[in-house]
C-alpha cells in the first residue's frame, strides 16, 4: 500500500513540464485574445465612452440652451405684461379724457338749452304781455263803450285806452328775468 501512495501526486507537487505547457498555453491563448477579443473589445469601449461624451456635452449644450430660451421667455412675459399695463392705463387714460370732454360737452349743451329756455321764456312772457295788454285794452274800449254809450273813433280810443293802461304796471306781472336778456333789457 505504501506503493500505490507514492505514486498519487498532491497539489503541493511540482511539475515543471505541466507547469511550462500551461505557461505556454495561457501565452498563446492571450495573444489571441489581444489580438481577436480585446482589440475590437476596447474600440467598443472607446466608441462608447466617446458617445456617451458626446450625448453629455449635447445634454449640456441642449440644458443651457433651454436655460437661455426660458430667461428669453421670462423676459418676453414680462415685456408682454408691461405692454399690457401699458396698454390699459392708455385706455384708461383715453376713457378719463373722453368722460371728461363728454362731460363738458353735456355741460356746454346744458347751459346753451338753459340760455335757450330763458330766452323762450322771456319771448313768451312778452307775448303774453302783449296779448294781456290787447285783451286789457278791448276790455277798456268795451267798458268805456259801454260806460259812454257811445262809439269813439280810433284816435280817441288809443288815448283812452293809453290813459288806461299808463296806470297799470305790466312789468310787475311778468316773472322775473335773469340771464343776459335780461341784464340786457334793464340797462336799456
Known amino acids: 500500500m505504501i506503493v500505490f501512495a507514492a505514486a498519487k501526486p498532491s497539489l503541493f507537487d511540482i511539475n515543471f513540464g505541466l507547469m511550462f505547457w500551461t505557461l505556454v498555453t495561457f501565452v498563446i491563448v492571450l495573444v489571441i485574445l489581444k489580438w481577436k477579443a480585446f482589440g475590437p473589445i476596447q474600440e467598443m469601449?472607446?466608441?462608447?465612452?466617446k458617445a456617451i461624451a458626446s450625448d453629455l456635452?449635447?445634454?449640456?449644450?441642449?440644458r443651457t440652451e433651454a436655460q437661455a430660451a426660458l430667461a428669453e421667455y421670462r423676459q418676453q412675459l414680462n415685456e408682454s405684461r408691461r405692454e399690457a399695463a401699458r396698454i390699459?392705463?392708455?385706455a384708461r387714460r383715453a376713457m378719463d379724457e373722453k368722460r371728461r370732454s363728454d362731460l363738458a360737452e353735456l355741460e356746454t349743451?346744458?347751459?346753451r338749452q338753459l340760455e335757450r329756455a330763458r330766452a323762450e321764456i322771456a319771448a313768451e312772457t312778452r307775448q303774453s304781455l302783449a296779448a294781456i295788454k290787447a285783451q286789457v285794452a278791448e276790455l277798456t274800449v268795451v267798458a268805456t263803450e259801454k260806460v259812454l254809450r257811445a262809439k269813439l273813433d280810433e284816435r280817441e280810443q288809443r288815448r283812452l285806452i293809453d290813459e288806461a293802461l299808463s296806470g297799470v304796471d305790466l312789468e310787475s306781472l311778468a316773472p322775473a328775468e335773469t340771464g343776459p336778456e335780461a341784464a340786457g333789457r334793464e340797462q336799456a
Open 45 to 49: 469601449i472607446d466608441s462608447r465612452r
Open 57 to 62: 456635452d449635447a445634454a449640456e449644450q441642449a
Open 88 to 90: 390699459v392705463e392708455d
Open 109 to 111: 349743451d346744458k347751459q
